[in-house]
């Protein structure tokens, strides 16, 4: 069984209502559908009933017994704008602009999460990657005990010789650009976590970077170098090593050589690249050239937001509300 399929089939056993601020965008209203009939998701769409309903007409899409919200109609709107005003008084939000910004399906819907009026949202075929997380820093903010929010891809890789039958976990690729040596052990840890609660696996993590165990000085390998030390202080349970290369940490005979002793070199499952732009390229090198299949998750966050490219198929969409009503089944 896939990593998609063991997520489906976790989704269908704690069924989560999934909120869909982008309601009327096309892809988004047959992926609802979708995960009505797989019994995927309770989905919520998000905006104007008459553009949804067009929408779901133009593309032929059933959205019986679907809900459909239209936040500047709602009645929760005004006890919204309240908890929008108190979270955000002192960065300036008065209570006109939370009155305003309550009506924005993006902002409705992350304060439906944060009342825990649904338990989790996709967002993201329309919007950008930061339109989408500043509301979800703001609303949703971090998980008590973990500094930051970021991000997990799990790929799915040809190669099933590597990570876990071919699964790993890349981060940070979406979120945070420049991590400091602290921000990065707490990335390494929240990857570890998602490892395990939405892969069943048991993580590996490599600290990755041009240098392999001090064979390269550089003030950029001692930021990793220092973040594997604070990992380990943070999670000394965890198997973790670093800083190394990328070969050291997926390739067994160049793991003995570069790192003999270690019990993450050759076979590492999670790998933590120094910073978004070295995760970024990483992620869509293995994806164009590689082939492998990638989803990604943000960790970090109270209750669970995703956010999804704006290529995104309708599958996407359905995966992602999938992977995010698992994260909200603990
Ligand atoms: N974790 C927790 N809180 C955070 C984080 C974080 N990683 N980053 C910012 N915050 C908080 C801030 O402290 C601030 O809180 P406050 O307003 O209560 O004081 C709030 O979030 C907003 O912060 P800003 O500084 O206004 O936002 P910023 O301009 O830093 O933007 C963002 C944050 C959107 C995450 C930014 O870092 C970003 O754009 N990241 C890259 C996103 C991106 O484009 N990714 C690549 C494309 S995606 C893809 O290819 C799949």
């Given at each position: 069984?896939?990593?998609?399929?063991?997520?489906?089939?976790?989704?269908?056993?704690?069924?989560?209502?999934?909120?869909?601020?982008?309601?009327?965008?096309?892809?988004?209203?047959?992926?609802?559908?979708?995960?009505?009939?797989?019994?995927?998701?309770?989905?919520?769409?998000?905006?104007?009933?008459?553009?949804?309903?067009?929408?779901?007409?133009?593309?032929?899409?059933?959205?019986?017994?679907?809900?459909?919200?239209?936040?500047?109609?709602?009645?929760?709107?005004?006890?919204?704008?309240?908890?929008?005003?108190?979270?955000r008084k002192?960065?300036?939000?008065?209570?006109?602009?939370?009155?305003?910004?309550?009506?924005?399906?993006?902002?409705?819907?992350?304060?439906?999460?944060?009342?825990?009026?649904?338990?989790?949202?996709?967002?993201?075929?329309?919007?950008?990657?930061?339109?989408?997380?500043?509301?979800?820093?703001?609303?949703?903010?971090?998980?008590?005990?973990?500094?930051?929010?970021?991000?997990?891809?799990?790929?799915?890789?040809?190669?099933?010789d590597l990570?876990?039958?071919?699964?790993?976990?890349?981060?940070?690729?979406?979120?945070?650009?420049?991590?400091?040596?602290e921000e990065?052990?707490?990335?390494?840890?929240?990857?570890?976590?998602?490892?395990?609660?939405?892969?069943?696996?048991?993580?590996?993590?490599?600290?990755?970077?041009?240098?392999?165990?001090?064979?390269?000085?550089?003030?950029?390998?001692?930021?990793?170098?220092?973040?594997?030390?604070?990992?380990?202080?943070?999670?000394?349970?965890?198997?973790?090593?670093?800083?190394?290369?990328?070969?050291?940490?997926?390739?067994?005979?160049?793991?003995?050589?570069?790192?003999?002793?270690?019990?993450?070199?050759?076979?590492?499952?999670?790998?933590?690249?120094?910073?978004?732009?070295?995760?970024?390229?990483?992620?869509?090198?293995?994806?164009?050239?590689?082939?492998?299949?990638?989803?990604?998750?943000?960790?970090?966050?109270?209750?669970?937001?995703?956010?999804?490219?704006?290529?995104?198929?309708?599958?996407?969409?359905?995966?992602?509300?999938?992977?995010?009503?698992?994260?909200?089944?603990?």
């Amino acid at each position: 069984m896939d990593v998609i399929e063991r997520i489906w089939e976790k989704a269908r056993q704690n069924k989560k209502r999934i909120v869909l601020p982008e309601g009327d965008e096309p892809r988004t209203v047959q992926a609802a559908a979708i995960l009505r009939d797989e019994g995927l998701a309770d989905p919520v769409l998000l905006g104007s009933e008459d553009r949804i309903r067009a929408s779901a007409e133009r593309t032929g899409t059933d959205i019986s017994g679907i809900a459909v919200l239209d936040p500047a109609r709602s009645p929760e709107r005004s006890g919204y704008a309240e908890a929008l005003y108190e979270l955000r008084k002192a960065k300036g939000m008065t209570p006109e602009d939370a009155e305003a910004l309550s009506a924005d399906p993006m902002y409705y819907g992350m304060l439906m999460v944060r009342q825990e009026d649904a338990d989790g949202l996709v967002s993201g075929a329309v919007h950008t990657t930061g339109d989408m997380l500043r509301p979800a820093l703001q609303i949703i903010k971090t998980k008590p005990g973990v500094s930051i929010v970021s991000s997990s891809f799990l790929v799915n890789c040809q190669r099933r010789d590597l990570g876990q039958d071919g699964l790993m976990v890349f981060a940070d690729c979406v979120v945070v650009p420049c991590p400091t040596a602290e921000e990065l052990a707490q990335i390494a840890v929240s990857s570890a976590d998602t490892a395990r609660t939405l892969c069943g696996m048991e993580p590996r993590v490599a600290m990755l970077s041009f240098s392999t165990k001090g064979s390269a000085r550089h003030p950029l390998a001692d930021k990793v170098r220092l973040a594997g030390e604070i990992a380990r202080k943070m999670a000394p349970e965890l198997k973790l090593d670093g800083e190394m290369q990328l070969d050291t940490a997926l390739v067994k005979e160049v793991g003995m050589l570069k790192a003999p002793g270690s019990d993450v070199a050759g076979r590492a499952n999670v790998l933590i690249f120094p910073d978004l732009q070295s995760g970024n390229i990483g992620y869509k090198l293995v994806q164009r050239i590689g082939g492998a299949e990638c989803f990604a998750v943000l960790q970090g966050l109270a209750r669970p937001c995703n956010d999804l490219s704006r290529g995104c198929s309708v599958s996407d969409i359905v995966n992602t509300a999938a992977l995010t009503a698992v994260q909200a089944g603990g």
